[in-house]
């Protein structure tokens, strides 16, 4: 059964990059046609994608992030991490990650892991 | 962007009673639209894709509807694990996936 489970820091400092990391288990992430991503959700509020990966590397970013946002992944873990550079409070959020449902990268969320909390203080 | 705009934001009804939540979007979407329920510190699912179709385990109880601007999340008969939120989210405009604010049910 396909799992993910999000991990790293809780707490980043503004001006500062938060790193997660998406361990995928069940499965192996260089499966053809699935594509694996990013969602956050702040506080309270809706849901945000950040952007998409194929094993192969290839990326795909939401615009309004896509400064900021570096999309990885590690076939040798079965793993694909998130990198979003000079976070301000308003990054403190759930981030979720996330196998895109149905194959291509333009595409439904099904199943997401858990979610963690980072939260952006000094 | 495309913007899309649930409501209402709150929807209080009972056990068994039918829900009907909107989803409006700025621009046509065609039917790539989906549904998601998320409840209190859990994970959004996935229960309705393009627009009608039900993902692989939800029940029939669920039903997606609309096309263009204009979509529909009917549940027939509410159950106690109902309760919850659900968003819409577009795959139109690529690559700017967007989600709506959400619509809430709660128990009356």
């Known amino acids: 059964q396909l799992q993910l489970q999000e991990s790293g820091p809780g707490l980043v400092k503004p001006s500062e990059t938060l790193s997660l990391t998406c361990t995928v288990s069940g499965v192996s992430i260089s499966t053809s046609f699935y594509y694996w991503g990013w969602i956050r959700q702040p506080p309270g509020k809706g849901l945000e994608w950040i952007g998409t990966?194929?094993?192969?590397?290839?990326?795909y970013y939401n615009p309004s992030l896509k400064s900021r946002v570096t999309i990885s992944v590690d076939t040798s873990k079965n793993q694909f991490s998130l990198k979003l550079s000079s976070v301000t409070a308003a990054d403190t959020a759930v981030y979720y990650c996330?196998?895109?449902?149905?194959?291509?990268?333009?595409?439904?969320?099904?199943?997401w892991g858990q979610g963690t909390l980072v939260t952006v203080s000094s | 962007e495309i913007v899309l705009t649930q409501s209402p934001a709150t929807l209080s009804l009972s056990p068994g009673e039918r829900a009907t939540l909107s989803c409006r979007a700025s621009?046509?979407?065609?039917?790539?639209l989906a549904w998601y329920q998320q409840k209190p510190g859990q994970a959004p699912r996935l229960l309705i894709y393009d627009a009608s179709n039900r993902a692989t385990g939800i029940p029939a109880r669920f039903s997606g509807s609309g096309s263009g601007t204009d979509f529909t999340l009917t549940i027939s008969s509410l159950e106690p694990e109902d309760f919850a939120v659900y968003y819409c989210q577009q795959r139109s405009d690529w690559p700017a996936l967007t989600f709506g604010g959400g619509t809430k049910v709660e128990i009356k």
């Open positions: 990966i194929y094993y192969s590397g290839s990326t």
């Open positions: 621009q046509s979407v065609s039917s790539y």
């Open positions: 996330a196998r895109n449902y149905g194959s291509g990268p333009n595409n439904w969320f099904d199943p």
